[in-house]
């Protein structure tokens, strides 16, 4: 009898642990999509009505007046395609720029396998250099005001290479023996063996680099001059520093980014807007990757 009071205490105990670790977690989880539902509901309300306030959870007048008129200005639609075409021709370099590189450092017998990796490390713990000589470098290569200084410094990155090689590693070698035994070369291996058996580690850091070249702003404002190569986060930056400035942005200078359409139009519906439109398409690509993501990140950072 008094086993069977045990077990029902113990049973009750682990039932109130579970709810009231529910109801943190569910806690924690509302309080990081509030602000979320918060920008979405300002953004799809009519901007003149936004200006009474008093939104807190959804749209009072429901309206998409201030994505007709961010999407009407050509200039914001150029910055658009600059992002999506550098994240898109950025993330495939990369991960193919990593994985072969990557490849190569699971080769010890590779010729300049020594002299590599001595140079891998040495950049990796002191490469990087400083804004001034990076500046001169692009400018020196030709990559400076051009579209390709935010493809061509990104296709290796030393910690992707290093995902890469821990995850190859982890492969049995009879596999790759195999393939070489059926007369295949090294590229083939890597393309026909490798590559399909590493979805878990290509998903991982396609995601880590599509996130990385989507939120980038930083190579736009130290790199670029010509507008038309201004990406959809610079102007995200710019509009957010003036709102955070002494004086909070207004309708002039809503006026001079999209050409007098936003005259009569609440600033703050439309930066809500253009928020919206700068989170929604990277967090549209992560429910793709997530079947392989917490799994290329077990494997490539516990297996070596």
Not at 16 to 41: E, G, K, Q, R, T
Not at 142 to 158: A, E, K, Q, R, S
Not at 167 to 185: H, M, Q, V, W
Not at 217 to 232: E, F, G, H, I, P
Request: net charge positive.
């Amino acid at each position: 009898m008094k086993r069977n009071r045990n077990t029902i205490r113990v049973g009750l105990g682990e039932r109130i642990f579970d709810v009231v670790n529910n109801l943190i977690l569910l806690l924690i989880a509302l309080s990081m999509l509030y602000p979320f539902v918060y920008v979405l509901a300002i953004s799809l309300n009519d901007p003149n009505d936004s200006q009474l306030g008093g939104i807190w959870l959804y749209p009072r007048v429901l309206s998409l007046e201030s994505y007709k008129i961010i999407f009407s200005d050509p200039s914001l639609l150029q910055a658009l395609w600059i992002s999506v075409s550098r994240t898109v021709l950025g993330t495939v370099l990369t991960v193919f720029g990593c994985s072969m590189f990557a490849y190569v450092f699971t080769r010890n017998e590779f010729v300049l396998y020594k002299p590599l990796k001595g140079f891998f490390f040495f950049a990796m713990f002191f490469g990087g250099g400083g804004l001034i000589p990076t500046y001169l470098l692009y400018l020196n290569l030709g990559l400076y005001d051009n579209f390709l200084v935010y493809i061509i410094p990104t296709i290796i990155n030393l910690w992707y290479v290093t995902l890469f090689r821990t995850y190859f590693r982890s492969i049995p070698g009879e596999l790759l023996e195999a393939a070489r035994i059926d007369g295949a070369g090294e590229f083939a291996i890597y393309w026909r063996v490798l590559l399909p058996v590493s979805k878990p580690i290509i998903a991982t850091i396609t995601l880590f680099s599509a996130v990385a070249q989507w939120n980038s702003y930083r190579d736009t404002l130290y790199y670029t001059v010509d507008k038309n190569l201004r990406s959809l986060q610079y102007i995200v930056m710019e509009i957010i520093k003036k709102a955070e400035g002494s004086q909070m942005i207004d309708r002039a200078e809503m006026f001079e980014i999209f050409h007098g359409d936003a005259s009569m139009a609440d600033p703050v519906s439309l930066r809500m807007a253009i928020t919206i439109c700068t989170v929604v398409p990277i967090v549209m690509v992560y429910p793709f990757l997530q079947k392989h993501f917490m799994k290329g990140m077990m494997i490539g950072s516990m297996k070596g």
